[in-house]
């Protein structure tokens, strides 16, 4: 397997600072790997981090040309640099973010969803991690929309690991860059990932969640876009989103023909529509009129079991949220 780097900075034998920037045509085992990376840090230099890629049991070595950037240049109230890699996208961004293990179908949104942030001429911006942010991050290289991928760690500590080839791509592409969090040599930790959610929607313009858990990560990005008086919309479906859209955030259907629309006119500013109940839910619009704005019990529906289907389509069309657990209230 030839290796992933175009120069990797290698010393040959001797002094541990000489011969940086010797080209290697072989793999590295991870001792190995772990050696060189000493020596080579210890040179010092400001120019080039080192980023390692997993693959078949080795460990290799890519090359990304960094600059330093001071927070306060990128508008963060937090007190390190930052280290960027390729170009800072241009504003306004959309921060896209959502559940690791996301179902499919709200994966299959994430087309649609570049689609209107290009006519839009908004950038991405998401972390780079498993599920919906990577799936975000391929969609805007598909679609040429410019993007920041910003990363909880340290260059030569890219995570996951297993996104290198991405995050070259992401680096390489016009008006895109990678955002490392922390200096070289930090590995990611819990704390990091709430930090990265910061930088995240400090940076953004407004914010979709695609998928949260209850008390997840996602639902901790989105209630930090409510606290930050950043326009939050959500896909309704996950209990997180469901939490999210009962305090304030902007609904938006999971159905693919309805989400299209919904998404792009919310994008665009537009007031959202006031979504009438279909005739077959009448009795669901009713109730949730009577009870009132602390919602619709379960315990409070007659015959809940029959209603059940009711619900769950009242829940797909956008029409209701269920939060808490067995309370459902009216979206908008």
């Known amino acids: 397997m030839m290796s992933l780097f175009n120069a990797a900075a290698v010393p040959p034998s001797g002094h541990p600072c000489q011969g940086v920037g010797h080209a290697l045509a072989t793999p590295i085992r991870s001792r190995s790997a772990r050696t060189i990376l000493r020596n080579v840090r210890a040179c010092q230099s400001s120019r080039v981090d080192f980023v390692q890629a997993r693959a078949a049991g080795e460990r290799l070595l890519h090359v990304f040309t960094t600059r330093t950037v001071p927070s306060v240049d990128l508008g963060l109230a937090t007190a390190g640099p930052c280290f960027l890699a390729g170009e800072l996208p241009p504003g306004p961004r959309l921060a896209i973010v959502g559940s690791r293990a996301a179902r499919r179908d709200r994966l299959a949104l994430l087309g649609p969803a570049l689609t209107a942030v290009q006519a839009a001429g908004f950038a991405l911006i998401s972390g780079g991690a498993l599920g919906v942010d990577i799936a975000a991050h391929r969609a805007a290289l598909a679609s040429g929309v410019p993007q920041l991928a910003v990363l909880p760690c340290g260059a030569d500590r890219p995570y996951p690991s297993q996104h290198v080839p991405w995050y070259r791509s992401i680096a390489a592409a016009p008006r895109s860059g990678l955002l490392f969090c922390h200096p070289p040599g930090t590995e990611p930790c819990r704390q990091m990932f709430a930090s990265r959610n910061a930088i995240v929607v400090d940076m953004a313009a407004a914010v979709l969640v695609v998928e949260a858990a209850a008390r997840s990560g996602s639902h901790g990005t989105g209630l930090l876009a409510l606290k930050h008086r950043r326009r939050l919309a959500v896909v309704l479906g996950s209990p997180g989103c469901a939490d999210l859209a009962a305090r304030g955030a902007t609904g938006l259907p999971c159905e693919p023909d309805a989400f299209a629309p919904a998404f792009a006119a919310w994008l665009a500013g537009e ?18 009129a009577a ?18 289907v009711d619900l769950l389509t009242a829940q797909r069309l956008g029409l209701v949220v269920e939060s808490p657990p067995g309370r459902y209230r009216r979206v908008g």
Do not use: N, Q, V, Y
């Not at 007031?271 to 949730?288: G, I």
């Open 271 to 288: 007031a959202p529509c006031a979504s009438r109940f279909p005739a077959e839910l009448a009795w669901l619009d009713a109730a949730l």
């Open 291 to 308: 009870a009132g704005p602390r919602g619709l019990s379960l315990d409070a529906i007659p015959d809940p079991l029959h209603r059940l």
